[in-house]
């Protein structure tokens, strides 16, 4: 039940991220929505036990989650319109 969990917080996170952060070349479709919220959960989690907001094993909910996809949304688009302008 945990990973199903996991992808309807993911994939929520995901949407909410994209929402704040729109642009035209961001990832679409369910499946990448998806890994964007989830890949966004990882992200905050680690940033946030690096910085001590989280204990170890604690991990990021679902506000953490979505800054966290508004970063992988951000880095992605640096490197997806870098390879878009040097085509």
Known sequence: MGIFWTIII???????????MPGDNEPSGFILTTVLGIVGAFVATYLGQALGWYRPGEGAGLVGAVVGAIIVLFVYGLFAGRQRRAI
């Not at 929520?12 to 994209?18: E, L, R, S, V």
Request: aromatic share 18%; proline share 0%; hydrophobic share 75%.
């Open 10 to 20: 993911g994939f929520i996170a995901g949407i909410i991220a994209k929402f704040i």
